[in-house]
């Protein structure tokens, strides 16, 4: 089966750009999201990525897949108090209705 | 449109008894999903039904069934509850192969 791995907690300055990793085990994986839970709430899908691109842009939010190490990062420029959050990242491959997420990386902003 | 909810927010059983989530959508996805999510875990697979009229087992199914009652609804019943059982479960919906969306989660405390 796959793994998707990512760091369980990060904190950041507000203000400062935080970087969230995830690395990830199947080659042969299509699409990769991002996804961000705020306390008491489901799941909102941030942003996803194509597996033949490099990068994807909008707004503060910055996707890096490097398909050679099988890693994704999240980068979010400017980091606010309302970006604490628990983000996870997930896969999905070709071909199938499944997505594989991580254990999630709970970001904590402080002042 | 809401977009996915599910109902009861809460709820709190005891070692035995029975109850049924509920899961509804409006956004025409033929594919939906039960996770429960539980922390430092991330999100675990229980079922999924690609289609109406279909159901798959996910990552973790023992402890549990579903029902597609029709494409809007996928409900998730717990015939014996467990302590183990003790979660957070949430729903989603999604166009076959591309992203989730998620509905707000159950809580669900098992005594």
């Known amino acids: 089966g796959e793994d998707v791995e990512q760091s369980l907690f990060l904190s950041v300055r507000e203000g400062d750009s935080s970087v969230i990793n995830c690395t990830y085990t199947?080659?042969?994986?299509?699409?990769l999201y991002w996804y961000k839970q705020e306390p008491g709430a489901g799941l909102q899908l941030l942003t996803y990525i194509f597996s033949n691109m490099d990068m994807k842009q909008d707004q503060r939010l910055t996707v890096l897949l490097n398909k050679k190490d099988k890693h994704l990062s999240l980068r979010i420029a400017d980091t606010q108090t309302g970006d604490s959050a628990i983000y996870f990242c997930a896969e999905r491959q070709r071909g199938d209705y499944k997505l594989s997420f991580g254990a999630g990386t709970t970001v904590t902003v402080r002042a | 449109n809401a977009g996915v909810t599910q109902t009861p927010k809460f709820q709190v059983l005891k070692t035995g008894q029975s109850m049924t989530l509920q899961c509804a959508q409006d956004?025409?996805?033929?594919?939906m999903y039960w996770y429960r999510q539980d922390p430092g875990m991330g999100l675990r697979l229980i079922y999924y039904?690609?289609?109406?009229?279909?159901?798959d087992k996910g990552e973790v199914p023992n402890g549990y069934n579903v029902s597609r009652l029709n494409k809007r609804e996928f409900s998730l019943r717990l015939e014996s509850a467990a302590p183990s059982q003790t979660s957070v479960y949430l729903c989603a919906s999604g166009a076959a192969g591309y992203e989730q969306y998620f509905g707000p989660g159950t809580r669900l405390t098992v005594t």
């Open positions: 039904s690609a289609s109406e009229g279909t159901t």
């Open positions: 199947d080659s042969s994986s299509t699409y």
């Open positions: 956004m025409n996805h033929n594919s």
